[in-house]
């Protein structure tokens, strides 16, 4: 049997984001968020997510193009001069694993993203990362260490079939050939560590390739070649106007991921095709 979470990014972002991710809860496919700590809309975020306890609520960890946890001073080797995480993620990804004297800072770092989500008292049940950064190696090696000690059992490993892709979408082939290739390696990695730890993961990923595209045409089109087991399928949905997410996603296509996932087209062909919609703790949602 194929199976099916869909999970909204950037949960606690804005009001933008958040009014999205609830509408497309009540409403439509969505069956989990990934909650940022440092969010400015994160209150506002934690709120939504406990009127609404069915929805399962994971850490979206960001060490990239988003605002820390912990005081500035505390992590200097993690921010720039404004307080926040660099913008480059690319800059940002050699640093952590070139220079080992943060790493110390940046253990303290995720923790403290982990344990804010855990002291507002809702179930934190996976962990993924804002641009993936949950699988650049010095992260994952920590997280490794973090998460047992903090009962996280769920997983993010970014890897989607890049022919498949290719099949629907031709467009950026270089850009996907570099990203499969790069988060195909890391991919190899977490799974063999994960052979030894008890961490559920998806059998594949989507929203990589596709990152900002994910539409109603996109989401058809890949409902048919979703693997045996249980698939992962991400979304940046956003309600617009919303200046923060048209600032830091002025490409990405957030009103047609929200309408995406209150598609009844797309709910049809869930139906049709027996997809069971879940999420990583393995609760069932019905068919809107």
């Known amino acids: 049997m194929r199976k099916l979470i869909v999970n909204a990014d950037d949960f606690g972002l804005s ?15 969505l069956t989990q968020a990934s909650l940022m700590p440092g969010g400015a809309a994160f ?88 641009l993936n950064i949950q699988m650049h190696p010095t992260v994952f090696t920590l997280l490794t260490e973090l ?3 903090h009962g996280i059992t769920s997983f993010r490993i970014t890897r ?15 850009g996907k050939t570099i990203e499969r290739g790069i988060f195909g390696s890391l991919a190899h990695y977490a799974e063999n560590t994960f052979k030894r730890q008890e961490i559920e993961t998806a059998v594949e990923v989507k929203g990589v390739l596709n990152s900002g595209c994910m539409t109603e ?5 890949i409902l048919d070649r979703l693997q045996p087991g249980t698939s992962e399928i991400y979304f940046h949905p956003g309600c617009l ?7 830091r996603m002025p ?21 049709q095709l027996e997809i069971a919609l879940t999420n990583y703790r393995g609760e069932t949602k019905p068919y809107v």
């Open 43 to 130: 209150d506002e975020a934690v709120a939504i997510a406990k009127r609404n306890p069915g929805l399962q609520i994971g850490l979206h960890l960001t060490l990239v193009q988003g605002r820390p946890v912990l005081p500035p001073e505390m992590i200097p080797g993690l921010v720039a001069a404004n307080g926040c995480f660099p913008d480059n993620p690319v800059a940002v990804g050699m640093k952590l694993f070139f220079d080992p004297t943060i790493r110390m800072q940046l253990r303290c770092e995720i923790e403290a993203q982990i344990l804010k989500i855990k002291e507002t008292g809702l179930p934190l049940s996976h962990i993924d990362g804002h």
């Open 251 to 271: 490409d990405y296509k957030h009103a047609e991921e929200l309408a995406a996932l209150l598609s009844p087209k797309v709910r049809e062909r869930l139906q």
């Open 15 to 29: 009001s933008g984001v958040n009014r999205a991710v609830e509408q497309a809860w009540q409403q439509g496919i």
């Open 241 to 247: 106007p919303d200046a923060e997410i048209s600032r």
């Open 217 to 221: 045409a996109y989401l058809l089109a």
């Open 147 to 149: 998460m047992p000690l």
């Open 160 to 174: 989607e079939r890049l022919l498949e892709n290719l099949r629907i979408d031709g467009s950026r082939l270089l």
